[in-house]
């Protein structure tokens, strides 16, 4: 296993003053490990006697839900307002409808589900990079055929591009919703602003998020989800409340609400709002550092290479027919110290590397790279580490036609 690097001092602080009876006298631990003891402390202290025979209302992370089974129908009991869910961003109106959920993919998955019920012609093709779970679940939605036709318009913040942010305003009069998957952007993303500020009131606009990847100090507190509803202006009262109601519908369903004990407990605190933000910004200081050193070495004739827009990693796709490529790939990295992890999950904290199939056919790879906060002192061994596998996906992959 990986030799986890220590959480950093500052985020101890935070912790050790937020939940005293909980880190006071840590000198030192993981970022998951401090997680996991968060979690296991606020179970204890806050979760031991609710259970779903307590029928009503609960005040938990500075919000208020009402629910009756847990699994099934968690909601909001006061809506919550767009700064709630995205510290530091604004909304011409409040959301008409908020609702946590089981992960990020049962966010969206639950959205497209409730869509699918609305909407006459429901078809969408995913973006050209999207994350791979959403074109599985489109694909099911869709019945497995070609979609005819796209009447929502879906970007994540992988696939964002400089017609989403030049031409938005144009772009949304083709489309009945735009859905903004918003998992890698910070909470407060001018970028993010910016897009909420132009299509506002003019498009049913949903936000997704899954908070695993940025909202918990890198140590995966849970997988929580979130969805909020911005509506057009006119969109009226009774669809607003049908659409709500199959979203509900769909998550109950699939029991995609999330459980309480997923909600964490530090959401609302600004001390640790503004620390995520800093976080954020540490991961694409030490990709922007890096890349230029990595970048000279992939051979673009064989290997297509792509930084997204958040610059919290970057990836390559390659054709090959080694099977054993991962086994290469696995061979440059030390799992008992690093630098770099093997792993699906981003971690963040400290870099990790995915190597994945991409296609059925297992000729396409997919090979991903993450930023992190450990310093530019770590710097030069990963780079050496990432030389090496990025010589194997060259060696490996067939030329690009």
């Not at 990986?2 to 939940?19: D, T, W």
Request: hydrophobic share 40%; proline share 5%; with cysteine.
């Amino acid at each position: 296993m990986i030799k986890f690097p220590s959480i950093s001092a500052e985020s101890l602080e935070l912790l050790a003053r937020l939940y005293p009876d909980c880190f006071s006298g840590s000198e030192t631990c993981t970022a998951i490990e401090a997680m996991q003891l968060l979690k296991s402390h606020t179970i204890k202290k806050n979760l031991k006697s609710v259970t779903n025979l307590q029928l009503g209302r609960i005040d938990l992370s500075g919000f208020r839900f009402s629910y009756s089974y847990t699994r099934q129908n968690l909601y909001f009991a006061e809506q919550p307002t767009l700064p709630d869910l995205y510290p530091g961003l604004r909304s011409k109106a409040p959301p008409h409808y908020s609702s946590f959920h089981s992960s990020g993919q049962g966010a969206i998955t639950t959205l497209f589900l409730g869509l699918s019920q609305i909407l006459k012609n429901f078809s969408l093709s995913p973006p050209s990079r999207a994350y791979f779970e959403t074109p599985l679940a489109l694909k099911l939605l869709n019945r497995g055929e070609e979609p005819t036709g796209d009447p929502i318009l879906l970007i994540d913040t992988t696939s964002l591009e400089p017609e989403h942010v030049t031409h938005i305003s144009e772009m949304i009069k083709s489309f009945k919703v735009m859905v903004i998957d918003t998992s890698l952007w910070a909470w407060n993303d001018p970028l993010l602003q910016f897009m909420i500020d132009q299509v506002e009131g003019k498009i049913d606009l949903f936000l997704v998020r899954s908070h695993l990847k940025l909202d918990c100090f890198g140590g995966e507190y849970s997988t929580l989800g979130s969805l909020v509803y911005l509506p057009c202006a006119s969109t009226t009262a009774e669809e607003k409340e049908k659409l709500v109601e199959q979203i509900q519908l769909a998550s109950s369903s699939i029991s995609a609400c999330a459980s309480l004990d997923q909600i964490y407990p530090f959401y609302k605190e600004p001390s640790y709002h503004a620390y995520t933000v800093k976080r954020i910004q540490a991961i694409k200081d030490s990709m922007n550092r890096m890349l230029p050193q990595l970048t000279q070495h992939i051979d673009t004739t064989r290997v297509k290479f792509e930084i997204p827009y958040h610059r919290m990693f970057f990836f390559m796709n390659l054709h090959s027919d080694n099977a054993e490529l991962k086994k290469h790939i696995l061979k440059f990295i030390r799992l008992d110290s690093g630098p770099v992890a093997l792993v699906d999950s981003y971690g963040f904290d400290f870099p990790t590397v995915l190597v994945t199939h991409v296609r059925q056919d297992k000729t396409e790879y997919f090979i991903r790279m993450n930023g992190h906060t450990l310093g530019a002192g770590r710097d030069a061994e990963i780079i050496e580490t990432m030389k090496k596998i990025i010589h194997v996906a060259n060696t490996s992959a067939k030329p690009i036609r």
